[in-house]
């Protein structure tokens, strides 16, 4: 299970899970912007140097797939 804090990012969110986990961020073509190894139940990912746009956020966990739309907007 994954919670997204602060979806309308202003150049960062808190990503909250039960599970640790591989988090992946897309584009919308499909190209893997970040990916990050996740070893808490809390992460907080920097979004700056990142376009404004749409994205869309993975999470694999415990032979799960989580998905998600975020806008960040700085």
């Given at each position: 299970?994954?919670?997204?804090?602060?979806?309308?990012?202003?150049?960062?969110?808190?990503?909250?899970?039960?599970?640790?986990?591989?988090?992946?961020?897309?584009?919308?073509?499909?190209?893997?912007?970040?990916?990050?190894?996740?070893?808490s139940?809390?992460?907080?990912?920097?979004?700056?140097?990142?376009?404004?746009?749409?994205?869309?956020?993975?999470?694999?966990?415990?032979n799960?797939?989580?998905?998600?739309?975020?806008i960040?907007?700085?």
């Open positions: 299970m994954m919670n997204l804090i602060n979806l309308n990012s202003k150049g960062s969110f808190t990503f909250e899970t039960t599970s640790f986990g591989i988090l992946e961020l897309y584009d919308l073509k499909g190209v893997l912007i970040l990916k990050k190894d996740i070893q139940t809390n992460a907080f990912i920097e979004t700056q140097g990142l376009a404004n746009g749409m994205y869309v956020l993975q999470f694999n966990a415990d799960q797939i989580f998905r998600n739309k975020i960040i907007e700085h």
